[in-house]
């Protein structure tokens, strides 16, 4: 019997899914959908507010996600995955929610604002954008989600949703939602290759999940280590230095860590024997999934049959909330 | 045969509507069914805007703007009557129509300004109200209405709508949505009985479609009319006049109301005897819809029957449109 609380999660379908995101948020999924209800979802409504100009992108990476999700151990028997746009109550529930949110609320949003500086946005600021942490709140409370995996940076996000709620509960005199709870991952953003930014497609710094061997070795080699470890017998760093950071995150024999840190600090371990040791660690990792991510993509029809039906599982939780929705509004005709 | 164009309009049930409606909008609904194919939207969505914290007020006037439309003669096997809030497609496409419109684009929306101040809001403007000009916009673009009955503070609606139409359509290379007209009404708003202000429930100078004689005979009575005519004998002053201002709307017979006029501005016609027949006019007029909106009221359930018909009608033609959307937006999976 699981626990009552109920996970809500998800990604945008903009590009493939990498270690980051495994180590941060996918190893979590698969502990969590065997003691939580759990909700997975493709939020491809949410990837069209900064994509608007580029459907296809956003269609193709909905099937690649999928596919990683699978291939990691998310298993749909235990994990209710979906599509966001075939659930319409999501939209409907935004609008309602609009009406219990000030503008200037949404404007001050520390992580709205943040990200509308980094993508450039100017003067330009697409109206969807400014709602997403509305949006988001329709997501999660459509499900009635209480257990919500999200890094620090979007604890504002999770705020935003609570706010919400107890406008609405109070407003409509109604015990409908439950508040919100933020889960924050301990490994919550990974480096990337460059040791510069974060782990991202769009910084070309990532190691996806389905990278065949020769792409993962390149990726390694050219790894940002210590700039000042020029030769074998130099004492290298430690610290900052990119290997250590994924050696940390994903060698489970930390012995050998301890070990390596202490040899490349005195000097005589080269960043060329270190990264190959790097390569058998990841690579043994991601074997198996890469072999079960090629053997889900042989049958693309199949996953979407999987998509599909989950979305409809999911259809009958929003719809079954939407009822209850509509009554409190008074809505329920 | 009807032509092709499709008339798309409706009412906020905030109220029960008067004769301003009356005149302003809904005789052109009358005929306008028997040339065009029309939609008549109760909207208790966009009521919600201004009026989050009082459902229960919208939900009542639902059903007496319902009746107010059978009893004026919009008739349910022309017009296709509906409820906005069962119609998930418009909050759908509001959705990815806030991708398409800047944040600045809405807060420099003349009409939104407007409103703006004249409700108050100060900094306080809920996130549902800027953004409802991008959800008419889904209201019109869903039923593909071409001809869109608005006084003329709504043309700013209208631009946006169309702006947002060539975007989605020049953004998805496809031809879905056609170009909304606005279609202007002769009387567009009619004065109060103050003489003050357009005739509103809120300012409390309105007759309704549904008062009674004795009401009406009041309404009448306390109407503002020239200051400055104390005595029968005195001249007095046409322009202004409340009176003059409603016989000019609602009296066909134009050669006793030069007639009226020519009396009273020479003196000689006292106000008691011009409101009695401002009365016999509207009375006469009023009487068959009173009759009608009563005998209607009745059976509330078979009016809900008729707009849950009305409903499912608008459902098969706003789901057929979000395949096309669907299908250019690359989310028809």
């Known amino acids: 019997m699981k626990k009552q609380e109920i996970v809500l999660t998800g990604d945008r379908p903009t590009g493939p899914l990498h ?32 994509n608007s100009a580029n459907p296809a992108k956003v269609r193709e990476n909905v099937m690649e996600v999928a596919l990683d999700y699978l291939a990691v ?8 995955i979906f599509i966001q746009s075939m659930i319409p109550e999501i939209a409907e529930i935004t609008m309602f929610y ?6 200037n609320r949404l404007l001050r949003n520390p992580t709205v604002k943040t990200e509308i500086q980094q993508k450039g946005f100017g003067e330009s600021v697409p109206a969807g954008f400014l709602m997403y942490p509305v949006s988001q709140a329709a997501d999660i409370t459509i499900f009635k989600g209480t257990i919500i995996p999200v890094g620090e940076d979007q604890l504002p996000v999770i705020e935003q949703t609570n706010e919400i709620i ?26 990337g290759l460059d040791g510069q930014a974060k782990m991202s497609k769009s910084l070309n710094n990532a190691i996806f999940l389905g990278d065949d061997e020769d792409t993962l070795k390149k990726r390694i080699m ?30 489970t024999d930390t012995a050998k860590v301890a070990e390596l840190k202490a040899h490349y600090q005195k000097g005589g371990l080269g960043d060329v024997v270190l990264k190959k040791y790097l390569f ?20 693309r029809g199949e996953m979407m049959r999987m998509l599909l039906a989950g979305t409809e599982k999911a259809r009958e939780a929003s719809s079954q909330t939407m009822q209850e929705v509509k009554k409190a509004l008074m809505l329920n005709y």
């Not at 190893?27 to 959908?33: C, F, I, K, P």
């Not at 151990?73 to 209710?80: C, F, M, Q, V, Y």
């Not at 509960?169 to 919550?188: C, G, H, M, W």
């Open 166 to 191: 107890r406008s609405f509960n109070r407003t409509y005199q109604t015990d409908v939602f439950p508040e919100a709870k933020a889960l924050i991952p301990k490994v919550s953003r990974l480096v």
């Open 19 to 50: 270690i980051g995101h495994y180590v941060g948020s996918l190893l979590n999924r698969v502990s969590l959908q065997d003691i939580y209800k759990q909700y997975v979802m493709i939020a491809d409504v949410q990837a069209l507010t900064d």
């Open 73 to 80: 151990g998310i298993d749909p028997a235990k994990t209710t």
């Open 222 to 251: 050219s790894m940002y280590t210590d700039p000042g470890h020029l030769h074998v017998s130099d004492p290298g760093k430690v610290e900052g230095n990119v290997v250590f950071v994924y050696l940390d995150a994903f060698d």
């Open 280 to 299: 058998e660690v990841l690579n043994a990792m991601l074997t198996p999934i890469r072999i079960r991510r090629m053997q889900l993509a042989q049958d």
């Open 98 to 103: 609009l009406n219990l949110v000030t503008v």
